[in-house]
């Protein structure tokens, strides 16, 4: 197990956290391609959450909904702390995003404004 993490994730998430969504999509995007072991569904539900955000900014709701499901599906098998990535906090973040973005849905509304939730590391992390 490696001490540092990626540096690539760390801009990820620094990325999502400025709400730089594509962004962090792309950046995480790179190591995605690379990870072939137990990791890689762990890049590809932070990339499917940061793009239901980009796609909440843009007014599609629906998009936001499969993204987000898909995302927190992926991530639902990691420990609550992975690759110093505290995903507990991150993933409740993200569900209660997703009930109101249903309701909204539901409802035919607009695009609610949303309290993002922080992709945040862990203090046990070196690098973080």
């Given amino acids: ?6 540096p690539r994730l ?3 998430i620094e990325e999502f956290n400025q709400g730089l969504f594509f962004e ?8 995605w391609l690379e ?5 890689r569904e762990f890049y590809q539900g932070i990339i ?3 793009a239901g955000y980009f796609k909440w900014e843009q007014g599609v709701l629906i998009g936001a909904i499969k993204l987000w499901r898909a995302g927190l599906g ?7 702390i992975h690759l110093g990535v505290n995903l507990g906090s991150f993933i409740q ?3 209660d995003n997703l009930n109101e973005i249903e309701v909204a849905y539901q409802k035919k509304g607009d695009s609610p404004a949303l ?3 922080v992709l945040a590391c862990s203090a046990r992390k070196r690098g973080c």
């Fill in 115 to 117: 309290r993002v939730p």
């Fill in 35 to 39: 990870e072939h072991g137990k990791d």
């Fill in 1 to 6: 197990m490696k001490d540092q993490l990626d």
């Fill in 48 to 50: 499917q959450i940061a």
């Fill in 93 to 95: 973040g993200v569900k």
């Fill in 10 to 12: 760390l801009k990820g």
């Fill in 74 to 80: 992926k991530l639902s098998v990691y420990p609550p």
């Fill in 24 to 31: 962090c999509h792309e950046t995480l995007e790179e190591i």
